[in-house]
């Protein structure tokens, strides 16, 4: 097995390895958060040392000499930036399916975010549809969440691995719906709760705005009749 990771490569594999495997040990708290960050951290210091990725090697390098050509290096920022929100969507969303106190607290939480929400219109949504189906919107949520971070890996993996072009124009379409589907629901907790703490308005919209810009890069490809080349 010709090592194909430069210096560089096995480097960062090393920090990153490290800081996952200490997320594990001391930062999460869910036992299938802890067993993934664990495992990609013990990963990710055997490349180091071994100095082989299978996954550059799906990439096509042969050897450390070889570079990522530009696109497929866009390509893999692109697509790293889309697994990054598919962890957070399925994180979110394990989250409240973990508690059962998610769907039975529900109602209560809409009457907060309605106490003060400085939009109207939106105040009256909370107080009026969705405190009265709160338990049929708390499980559309959970649910919801699990289902967009599943089909963004997904589709960011088949974008960044995958062979066949019908295949990655799936790919496309599946991570096109799924991020359409963050959007929304960015917008919805942004008008929701946007007014509770600088943090909760700020991380959605940085989530709102990176899906944004994802979208528009796969719906380009689609319209043009293209596939990204890794």
């Not at 040990?25 to 071994?50: K, Q, T, W, Y």
């Not at 106190?101 to 400085?118: Q, R």
């Not at 919209?205 to 528009?216: C, E, K, N, P, S």
């Amino acid at each position: 097995m010709t090592p194909n990771l430069s210096f560089f490569d096995r480097f960062i594999r090393l920090l990153l390895g490290a800081f996952a495997v200490f997320a594990a040990l001391l930062l999460f708290d869910h036992p299938v958060s802890r067993i993934i960050a664990a495992a990609f951290g013990i990963l990710a210091i055997g490349e180091c040392f071994v100095g082989y990725c299978y996954l550059h090697g799906r990439l096509g390098l042969r050897s450390a000499r070889e570079r990522l050509s530009q696109e497929t290096l866009f390509l893999l920022g692109l697509a790293g930036a889309q697994a990054i929100l598919a962890y957070e969507w399925w994180s979110a969303g394990w989250e409240k399916i973990s508690s059962p106190d998610f769907v039975a607290n529900l109602e209560k939480t809409l009457g907060f975010f309605a106490s003060k929400n400085p939009f109207p219109w939106y105040k009256n949504f909370l107080e009026g549809f969705a405190m009265r189906n709160a338990t049929s919107l708390a499980y559309l949520v959970e649910w919801s969440q699990i289902a967009i971070g599943v089909v963004l890996f997904l589709g960011a993996m088949r974008l960044l691995y995958g062979r066949s072009k019908v295949l990655k124009r799936l790919a496309l379409v599946g991570s096109g719906l799924a991020l359409f589907g963050g959007l929304l629901m960015n917008a919805d907790f942004y008008l929701a709760a946007a007014w509770t703490s600088p943090a909760t308005r700020g991380s959605n919209l940085v989530m709102f705005w990176t899906q944004a810009m994802l979208l528009y890069v796969w719906l380009y490809l689609l319209v043009k009749k293209e596939v990204p080349r890794s």
